[in-house]
Structure formats: C-alpha cells, structure tokens
T-cell receptor, first 106, second 117 residues
C-alpha cells in the first residue's frame, strides 16, 4: 500500500534558523510528490516534484526529490514567524503524510 | 489559478441527519477531489469526482455514506449521510488547475467545518 511518512512531527526553532523537513514514501507507481503549507483550514500549494533534483519556490524555500532513495526534503532558510504552519507532503493522487508542525519563535 | 468556494463554511448538525456541502470553482476543471481532515490529523482523500462519471471512492469510504454529485465542470457536492459524532471534521474540496508556475497545481477550497452532536 502506498505510504507517506513525514518527520519530525513537530519542530520549534527561532527566527533566522534553517529547518529541514523530511518526507519518505513508498509507492507502486510514482507520478509526483507535492508539498503544502497549512496555516488555518486550506493547504497552500508549494511545490510539485516529478523528477529527481531541486526546485526553488522562493529565495528561502527549496525542495529536493530523490527518487532512488524515495524521499524528499523541504528546506526553509532564515525562518520567520510567518513560516509557522503545518507542512504537508502528498503523493500522486493526494495521499498525505501526517505533516510537520513548524513553530518559529521570535 | 483556481478560486474555490465552499458552502456552508461551518455547520452544527444532529446525529442521524445529513448535510450537503457545495463546492464551486471559477474555472472548468476535469478532476475534483473531496478530502476530510479530522481534528489534529492530516488530510484523507474521500473520493475523486469526474464530470460525467461516478465518483471513485478510496478505501474506507462508500457512496451510501458520502454520495457525490458532479453535474458540470465547475461544481460538485458531497453529502455526509446519517451523521455521527465521528463525522465531525473539516471537509475540503480540491481541484487541479494550471497555476502561476505554469504547471498543474492543486488548489483547495476554504473547507467546511462540520460538528455533529
């Protein structure tokens, strides 16, 4: 069965820190891996990754996909309090991981 | 991008009743998705709704409990039938549409917060 595992489940950092969020997966037929940011109700799309490599969303967010080792990471540099949210990883037909709750303290 | 609205935004219902949630998109989209997010948990896909065909349900979800309509390319409804407190959740409608990146992105509606007493 397809599976998405995110780690850590929660993370507390201070403004200016760099964070790395992890997403590992098992899937029969990989099509895409997506990252979302969820602050209140609806998740906001960040990245769609279809091939191994790096995609940058903004100057502070970047993501890497490794299709050989079956994982992706989301990096946030120079974190700000506005980055506080749950970050979700989703696979193919939108099977979501449990999410990582990031809290950025001033 | 796609702008999605849902109605109602929230509701409190009695056990045994049914609630129909509406999802309206400002663009024509082929695939629409319905998700549930229970308190403190991640999103779970309920079903995929394609216009002109029956919805495809995920394991653990059945049509009798969550009937879905998809009458056209901009609208869908999800009904939560014979509700119990375990159905208390946020229900989210989602679509795939071309975004600012030029690629297909996933957009979510604002959600419907359902509380069943």
């Amino acid at each position: 069965e397809d599976k998405v595992v995110q780690s850590p489940l929660s993370l507390v950092v201070h403004e200016g820190d760099t964070v790395t969020l992890n997403c590992s997966y098992e899937v029969t037929n990989f099509r895409s891996l997506l990252w979302y940011k969820q602050e209140k109700k609806a998740p906001t799309f960040l990245f769609m990754l279809t091939s191994s490599g790096i995609e940058k969303k903004s100057g502070r967010l970047s993501s890497i996909l490794d299709k050989k080792e079956l994982f992706s990471i989301l990096n946030i540099t120079a974190t700000q309090t506005g980055d506080s949210a749950v970050y979700l990883c989703a696979l193919n037909d939108m099977r979501f991981g449990a999410g990582t709750r990031l809290t950025v303290k001033p | 991008s796609a702008v999605i609205s849902q109605k109602p935004s929230r509701d409190i219902c009695q056990r045994g009743t049914s609630l129909t949630i509406q999802c309206q998109v400002d663009s024509q989209v082929t695939m629409m998705f319905w998700y549930r997010q229970q308190p403190g948990q991640s999103l779970t896909l309920i079903a995929t709704a394609n216009q002109g065909s029956e919805a495809t349900y995920e394991s653990g979800f059945v049509i009798d409990k969550f009937p879905i309509s998809r009458p056209n390319l901009t609208f869908s409804t999800l009904t939560v039938s014979n509700m119990s407190p375990e159905d208390s959740s946020i229900y989210l409608c989602s679509v795939r549409h071309s975004g600012t990146s030029g690629r297909n992105e996933q957009f979510f509606g604002p959600g419907t917060r359902l509380t069943v007493l």
